[in-house]
Every structure is written in structure tokens, then in C-alpha cells.
């Protein structure tokens, strides 16, 4: 477990919170996840903004994934 001081310590520009939260460790995964890892990940990102509030259909991120020839 990670002390308070220890995080006011290691926290970038005052960001305490985000910090204490993994922001930092999130976006590094996000960074070297794989690329159908990343497409899932702004797809359930785009639907949260076009409002769809509930659990998002699997068909829907499945789609999203799929990958075209191009």
C-alpha cells in the first residue's frame, strides 16, 4: 500500500487523485496494450459519449474489433 506522502511525492503537477486513482499505470497499459485491445477500449468509449448509459451490447464492441482488410 502506497502512503500519502509517498503520492504527493511521485504525483505529477499537483495531480494527487489521479495518482492515488492508477491514472498513471492506466495509461501506460493503455500505451503497449494490443491494437484490438485499444480499438475495444475507445469503442465502449464512443458509445458512453453517444449516451448509451447501460451495459453496451457484446455485438456492438465485437464490431468494433473486427478487423478489415484493407
Do not use: C
Amino acid at each position: 500500500m502506497r502512503s500519502v506522502a509517498g503520492a504527493v511525492d511521485s504525483a505529477h503537477d499537483g495531480q494527487l487523485t489521479q495518482y492515488l486513482a492508477g491514472g498513471p499505470e492506466l495509461l501506460e497499459r493503455f500505451r503497449t496494450a494490443p491494437l484490438a485491445a485499444k480499438a475495444l477500449i475507445w469503442a465502449a468509449l464512443d458509445a458512453r459519449r453517444m449516451s448509451h448509459r447501460n451495459a453496451l451490447p457484446h455485438a456492438l464492441l465485437e464490431q468494433a474489433t473486427v478487423t478489415r482488410p484493407g
